[in-house]
């Protein structure tokens, strides 16, 4: 189940300048810190998502996460301000704060937002599993792994990785045995 998704996805997650252009990117959100910004993997999904809608790989960019609240738990107003602060224009960022789930994210990016192709943007553990949901609700989606821009110690990297082998086996069973995908 695990590979499945991983193998399944493999030829659809290209580098920055061989993805596809699309209708949007889309960051998933991931934590922040007490003052606001983003801790340093959501800023590397943020920094990848600045340069591919520079390069026009997409007019618009889906952030996606815990909206609302205060500054310390609004991940999308983090991301967006984030973004904004380097140049790219409020009026390309689209907000989903109920993006708490990445098959939901998806799911709302084509049936809410009216989006038909998507590039995800996410850490290299995270970026399969976000494509694969994203194709399972008929979004025809790519993915481009946000490049580490840190050295991350192995406990972090190992937590990441675990949670993300069973994220994959749920998604898969989502998918195939529930069917709560379309």
Not at 120 to 141: C, D, I, K, M, Y
Not at 149 to 173: D, F, H, I, K, P
């Amino acid at each position: 189940m695990h590979w499945h998704v991983v193998r399944s996805v493999g030829a659809r997650i290209c580098p920055a300048a061989a993805v596809p252009t699309a209708d949007c990117i889309v960051v998933p959100g991931a934590r922040i810190h007490a003052d606001g910004q983003p801790f340093h993997l959501l800023a590397e999904r943020l920094q990848s998502a600045r340069e591919l809608f520079f390069l026009g790989k997409a007019p618009r960019i889906v952030l996606s996460g815990r909206g609302g609240g205060g500054v310390d738990v609004d991940e999308v107003g983090s991301m967006r301000r984030w973004l904004v602060e380097r140049g790219v224009p409020a009026a390309a960022l689209v907000d989903d704060p109920l993006g708490l789930r990445t098959l939901d994210t998806m799911r709302r990016c084509r049936e809410q937002y009216g989006m038909r192709t998507a590039i995800v943007v996410s850490n290299p553990f995270h970026v399969p599993r976000a494509v694969f949901l994203g194709q399972s609700v008929g979004l025809e989606t790519f993915g481009v792994e946000a490049p580490y821009r840190r050295e991350y110690s192995q406990s972090t990297m190992l937590r990441n990785e675990g949670r993300e082998v069973v994220a994959r086996v749920w998604a898969w069973w989502e998918v195939f045995v529930i069917g709560v995908a379309r």
